[in-house]
């Protein structure tokens, strides 16, 4: 059965306190991982997509990196605006365009 | 970037009543759209996916004679939800996809039955 695990559920970090958010995946055919970013009560927003295991992506304090297994998002340096749950998705080779989501990781950020 | 936008934004009708829910693409051509349901502190649950001119392609246990779906142009999706109940409250978000795989996610909108 595909799944997308996200680890930990909760994050509590102090501001400037880096680190990684996990996103494993036992899906076949991926065709591509997107991470979003989603705010109470708001819609998730795009953050990245990620299409072969070795690719990485950078946008201000956020780095994604991808292998066959897993995913993770690197925040370096948090603020307390960085707080929000951080959602992964993987797309697969079914010829559906659905995407398949991750339960979120709760990040919270503190100053 | 990609803007997709919701309407309304929050919406409290009463039971037994129907609601529609506008979902459109602003900046882009929007070949697929997607609702979805969240649940407070869950992930986004997939209803349908639809094409724009065909049926909508609903997900095992969504009632499409609750949920009705309508994709008639590249840019506008409305999902209507019939003869609501108040377990039916939730946030309904749509998202919208182009030629490429990426999906753009709308505001989202807040139904409460009452």
């Known amino acids: 059965e595909d799944q997308v695990t996200q680890s930990p559920e909760a994050l509590r970090l102090q501001e400037g306190e880096s680190s990684s958010l996990n996103c494993s995946y036992t899906?076949?055919?991926?065709?591509?991982l997107f991470w979003y970013r989603q705010d109470p009560g708001k819609g998730p927003e795009f953050l990245f997509t990620l299409y072969s295991a070795g690719e990485e992506k950078e946008k201000e304090r956020l780095k994604a990196t991808l292998t066959k297994k897993e995913s993770f998002l690197h925040i370096t340096a948090p603020k307390p605006e960085d707080s929000a749950t951080y959602l992964c998705a993987v797309f697969m080779d079914t010829g559906r365009r659905a995407l398949t989501f991750g339960s979120g990781t709760r990040l919270q950020v503190q100053p | 970037g990609a803007v997709v936008s919701q309407h309304p934004s929050r919406v409290i009708c009463k039971s037994g009543t129907s609601v529609k829910i506008e979902c459109r693409s602003l900046d882009f051509q929007a070949t697929t759209m997607f609702w979805y349901r969240q649940f407070p502190k869950k992930s986004l649950m997939l209803m349908a996916t639809?094409?724009?001119?065909?049926?909508?392609?609903?997900e095992q246990g969504v009632e499409k004679d609750k949920f009705l779906i309508n994709h008639a142009s590249l840019t506008l999706s409305t999902l209507t939800v019939t003869s609501a109940h108040p377990e039916d409250s939730s946030f309904y978000i749509c998202?919208?996809?182009?030629?490429?795989?990426?999906?753009?996610f709308g505001p989202g909108t807040r139904l409460t039955v009452t």
């Open positions: 639809s094409n724009e001119g065909s049926k909508a392609t609903y």
């Open positions: 998202s919208a996809s182009g030629e490429a795989y990426e999906q753009y």
């Open positions: 899906v076949s055919g991926l065709r591509g």
